[in-house]
């Protein structure tokens, strides 16, 4: 039987999601706006669709990681300003 598109694209993104989880995610901006478009380039697809994909697997790695680290210390809730005053 054939695989779905839709789910085929499902198990990719849980093949990266894995991969990701055991290398790791870098949060240097200007390195992943450039490996963004070049990828894109390479791929033949418009770089706002693969930022598109990427804002999705830093979202959900943000939201991972923020769960796991709440499981540490529930009730410490940290309030940050973002113009640090």
């Not at 198990?11 to 450039?34: C, F, Q, S, T, V």
């Not at 478009?37 to 697809?45: D, L, V, Y």
């Not at 999705?56 to 769960?67: F, P, Q």
């Amino acid at each position: 039987m054939p695989i779905s598109k839709e789910r085929l694209g499902e198990l990719a993104l849980m093949g990266l999601y894995a991969k990701l989880e055991r290398d790791g995610i870098k949060l240097a901006p200007k390195e992943i706006k450039r490996q963004i478009h070049n990828e894109a380039k390479s791929m033949g697809i418009p770089a706002a669709e693969l930022a598109e994909l990427v804002k999705l697997i830093y979202k959900k790695a943000y939201e991972e990681t923020m769960a796991q680290l709440e499981e540490i210390s529930p009730s410490a809730k940290v309030a940050v300003n973002e113009d640090n005053t």
